[in-house]
């Protein structure tokens, strides 16, 4: 069994009891000192998804399909299932996810209680909108059958809960209809931020899906240089291309970081002028997931782990906001090979604490060098807390309990649903005063 860590590598991997809930045999421990907390894939990237001293409820067990309707698009599983076992099971059936985020490597219960997103946030909103009903196991024992008309309150609160609400032993979700497994595909470049800002709009009027990778290091004139990434899935066709998956591994974790400030421009450089512009068709793997096919890439930042960073910044100061945030990145010469930026629809939340908001969000992943990144960070938070925007809990290791309970005023409301026996490292740390 492996170690239970999160996926930044950043914090010691779990040490305390660890619980596996199975629907065949009892589903909760009584709790313990330091509370429980759901653990489904660890592909939470900092500490949302670790207890110390508290136990770990490993959803692996609770991974079976319950119903599959194939005319209406409708799936019930339980909340231990992944994205790609069921991508697996639907996509030759002629359904696909209606929102998916960057992997498929994480399960049904891990998307709900993140409320991930994707590329179709403009057009789709974001998991939780298509979540139809769930059922909650709380601490008493309880099971509660949630959805926007049942239970609605506790329904939102679980959407983007964190897993703070109880355990979800199974959802029903809202697939959408394709046609196969192939995206069409525009792929534009462009020079610098300006010209994204009018690309992406453009883009956003006629594909569902669409994304920018960046280069984090470029500057002055080309400062935001980029790809943009404009999808739909493909249309029927009598012939399609032979795609099959090829997985490579990151065998061992170096000493240090095999992402510095050489190879990073290297490689942003060389992807840049290299991309083939044009409409293509493409398997929908390496568009929607391009890091699933390096396994355990998370190694390549080396034994100190990664932190990545993202936030999003709302439609009044996200130009000029991005164009500081990129402006400090490039200075610092830190930065990652995958640095995504799109932007999110005015479609409201679904969940109390979700993340998405109307704005443009931006990832990017750092080597973790100690007190240079924080000191980084720190400058970043400055400009997110002028914008008035937010940091993903899903994806955050470091941030204040005042950033934190900023940008999710409704954090205390969230309190009232939450369930007194679940907690995790990223609560406590965002929600007890500040030394």
């Known amino acids: 069994m492996n170690a239970l860590q999160s996926w930044g590598r950043l914090f010691p991997a779990h040490s305390g009891p660890v619980w596996r809930p199975d629907e065949r045999s009892s589903l909760l421990p009584h709790p313990e000192i330091g509370g429980l907390l759901p653990y489904g894939q660890g592909r939470s990237y900092g500490d949302v998804c670790l207890n ?3 136990t770990l409820l490993h959803t692996a067990g609770l991974n079976r399909f319950i119903a599959f309707n194939r005319s209406t698009g409708i799936l019930r599983c339980e909340a231990g299932i992944t994205l790609r076992e069921i991508l697996a099971l639907t996509v030759p059936q002629g359904w696909f996810l209606a ?9 049904v219960g891990g998307a709900i209680a993140n409320d991930v997103h994707g590329k179709n946030h403009h057009s789709a909103g974001s998991f939780g909108h298509h979540v139809l009903q769930m059922e909650l196991l709380r601490s008493t024992d309880e099971r509660l059958l949630l959805s926007p008309q049942q239970q609605p309150e506790l329904f939102a609160a679980t959407v983007g809960g964190l897993g703070l609400t109880g355990l979800i032993v199974w959802a029903e979700v809202q697939l959408v209809p394709v046609h196969n497994a192939f995206m069409t595909v525009e792929t534009t470049r462009f020079a610098n931020l300006d010209e994204f800002w009018l690309l992406n709009t453009q883009a956003e009027r006629l594909w569902p899906y669409t994304v920018a990778w960046i280069d984090c290091l470029a500057k002055g004139a080309h400062q935001g240089r980029g790809i943009l990434m404009a999808g739909r899935h493909a249309a029927a066709q009598d012939e399609l291309p032979v795609w099959k998956e090829q997985i490579k591994t990151i065998p061992v974790t170096p000493r240090i970081s095999l992402v510095n400030n050489l190879s990073l421009r290297a490689f942003n450089t060389l992807y840049w002028h290299r991309a083939h512009e044009g409409v293509s068709l493409s398997h929908y793997v390496p568009y929607f997931y391009p890091l699933d096919g390096i396994s355990h890439w998370n190694r390549i ?36 090979f995958l640095a995504v930026l799109k932007t999110f629809g005015q479609r409201p939340s679904a969940g109390l604490l979700s993340f998405p908001r109307p704005g443009a969000t931006l990832a990017l992943d750092f080597p973790n060098r100690g007190a240079s990144s924080l ?18 809990p899903a994806k955050d290791a470091r941030m204040s309990a005042t950033m934190f309970q900023q940008a999710f005023p409704q954090w205390e409301q969230f309190r ?20």
């Not at 000191?375 to 993903?392: M, N, P, S, T, W």
């Open 52 to 54: 110390t001293g508290g």
């Open 416 to 435: 009232r649903w939450a369930d007194p026996a679940f907690s995790s490292d990223f609560w406590k740390r965002v929600t007890q005063p500040e030394k």
């Open 99 to 107: 929102v998916t985020p960057g992997t498929r490597d994480v399960t």
């Open 301 to 336: 930042y080396g034994r100190a782990g990664f932190y990545q960073y993202q936030c999003v910044l709302p439609p009044e100061a996200m130009q000029a906001g991005m164009a500081e945030l990129l402006t400090r990145i490039a200075r610092s010469g830190e930065g990652s």
């Open 375 to 392: 000191k980084l960070f720190r400058e970043l938070d400055a400009v997110v807390q002028h914008a008035q925007g937010a940091i993903y």
